[in-house]
Each structure stands twice: as C-alpha cells, then as structure tokens.
C-alpha cells in the first residue's frame, strides 16, 4: 500500500497489484466503502495482464477521514491527484456507486487526456427523479429534494431483503468488513452534495467508450438507468445483470468480472 499526499495535505492510499507494463485499471469505491470492496476483481484483472491500482479516498478505508468532510468536486480533484502522481495514462477508470459519479466530478475538472476507458457500476448520473429522468433514487423527487437525505441513505422496499441473499450476502459482509455505517455530519453533506448533482451533461460531452453497468435487483434506483445513461454518451454502451443488487460488482462478482474484461479487451 502506497502514501498518496493530496495538495492540501490529506493522505489517500493506493494499493497496485499485476503488470506494470499492462493496462492500467483504476478502482474506486463507493459511499464509505474501501479499497478492499474490490477484492473479488483485483485477482481476475491483474491475471488478465492489467495492472490494478485498488484506491481509498479520503474518507475511505485506510485513507485520511478528515472530520471537515468531503464534496464531489474534491473526490474528482482526489482522483486527479492519484493519476498524476503515479503517472497513469490511457487509464480505465472504475467507479461503484458514488466512485461512478466521482468520475464524471473529475471528467468535468480534468477531461479525458488520461482515459482510455470508464466502467460506471450501477450509479445513476442523477439521483433526483424528474420529468425527463424517472431513473433516480427510489421516492427522491422535487416535493422532498431538501430534506430526503438529511439523516441518511432512506430505504426504499426495493430490490431482494439482504438476509435473502445468500452467498451474495456472504460476499457483502466480506468486502464491507470493518466499515463503520453511522453517518458522521461531513458524510451527510457530502451525500446531500452527491444526491443534487446532475452528471448527465458531462457524460454527453464524454469522448471515450463508456460501459454503464446495473444490477437488475438494485435496491437505490431501477435498472434503466443503465440504458437511458448509455444512450446520453457519444460512445456508450450498457449491461444488467440478473440477481444482482447495488453492489453489482461484489454480489455476482463471475458475471461482472466477465463484462469487466471483455471491455477492457476492446479498448
């Protein structure tokens, strides 16, 4: 694991695995989660001849958790950060969750120069429901956008009840292992940030193949938004896996993998 010390003095870790001389493939998390949410992709790329940077923004896992807390402009400039002191090029970005938003915040900053490619794991562009997007969040619309996520992340009844989940159950509380799940003051600003943004004008000025990747049972918003998301970037493209939740990734880790190599082969 390496020290990445952020231009206001915030420390970020990076953990690398496989070739350095293979494609670069840079992992972010989302909401609270660590690096090492990744654990069940690390292994199948670094195999495949990529060389796998697994990365804990601040706030995250075993990065700096600065008390004043965190908001999506300064998630993108952590982004920037990374790929320019290690040096990346022609880089596949993968973001889970709120990760995939924090690549369009760094898109809008920094542009594509460094990216070859972008993986986006089941995360809507815009968490708000409107007119022109019923792809949002589950109840989170105008009549209640100031106060939704005052408290926390709502439920919404949807997608399968955890407990009934299985081996995918199994694999969540692996990979969340350690995770502290109350929401301090700074987590709840950086989730309101988050569930105001509206992305979608960035992905269409997007220049690279953008994969837009739902699980079919998610429990924060309905699989369409994978499509309807595609449908905005110049070069995008999307997946639903079946029996699959949010965590599309860590729940039906084979699948993913899959879809995850094979477009990594076509960049």
């Not at 919404?156 to 009934?164: E, L, R, S």
């Not at 969340?176 to 943004?197: F, I, N, T």
């Not at 084979?254 to 477009?263: D, K």
Request: charged share 20%; glycine share 10%.
């Amino acid at each position: 694991m390496a020290a990445i010390i952020a231009d206001d003095g915030v420390r970020l870790e990076c953990t690398q695995a496989g070739d350095s001389s293979g494609r670069s493939v840079v992992l972010l998390a989302g909401f609270k989660a660590p690096a090492t949410s990744w654990r069940y992709q690390v292994g199948p790329l670094a195999q495949a001849g990529c060389e796998v940077f697994s990365v804990d923004l601040r706030g995250h896992g075993a990065a700096d958790h600065p008390s004043s807390g965190v908001t999506m402009e300064r998630r993108g400039q952590d982004v920037a950060q990374v790929l320019e002191v290690l040096d990346l090029t022609d880089v596949l970005l993968v973001g889970g969750s709120m990760g995939g938003n924090t690549i369009w915040s760094y898109l809008s900053q920094f542009g594509t120069d460094r990216i070859a490619g972008i993986v986006i794991v089941d995360q809507t562009p815009t968490m708000l429901n409107t007119a022109d997007w019923p792809h949002g969040y589950y109840g989170y619309d105008e009549s209640n956008a100031a106060t939704y996520f005052a408290e926390g992340i709502p439920p919404t009844g949807h997608g399968t009840p955890v407990w009934k989940r299985g081996k995918r159950m199994l694999r969540l509380l692996k990979a969340m292992k350690g995770v502290d799940h109350k929401l301090s003051r700074g987590e709840l600003a950086l989730l309101a940030d988050h569930a105001k943004a509206d992305w979608r004008p960035v992905i269409e000025g997007t220049d690279v193949p953008v994969l837009f990747v739902a699980g079919a049972e998610s429990e924060h918003w309905p699989s369409t938004h994978a499509a309807a998301s595609a449908g905005l970037a110049p070069i995008g493209s999307s997946v639903v896996i079946p029996e699959d939740g949010h965590a599309a990734n860590i729940e039906q880790p084979e699948a993913f993998n899959q879809i995850l190599l094979e477009f990594a082969k076509s960049l």
